[in-house]
């Protein structure tokens, strides 16, 4: 279930704001978003998995707060960040 370390370099060099960036938000947003989505697939497979559903609203809850963060920062960066992920449809 977790995300390989080729697969995060993917997301990091695909969100990343400037060629060392690995931390800043949009980055920790895509890949709260990539977790949240392989998550929910499992969820679907296993519907008593209490704890997984657990770690799930918990990951929800914090990209809930990043993206909060981000709208408060700049407006035009979260809209096109929603956009491209394909969240809050």
Known sequence: MAL???HKQE???NFQVHET???SVDVQIAMLTE???RL???LQA????HSSRRGLLK?????????????????????AL????????
Request: aromatic share 4%.
């Open 46 to 49: 296993n519907k008593k998995d």
């Open 4 to 6: 390989t370390q080729q």
């Open 59 to 79: 990951l929800i809850g914090h990209r809930k707060r990043l993206l909060a963060y981000l709208l408060q920062e700049s407006r035009e960066k979260y809209q």
């Open 82 to 89: 929603i956009a491209r992920l394909g969240i809050r449809g």
């Open 35 to 37: 977790r949240i989505n």
């Open 11 to 13: 997301i990091i060099s």
């Open 40 to 42: 929910s697939q499992h």
């Open 21 to 23: 960036d690995t931390g």
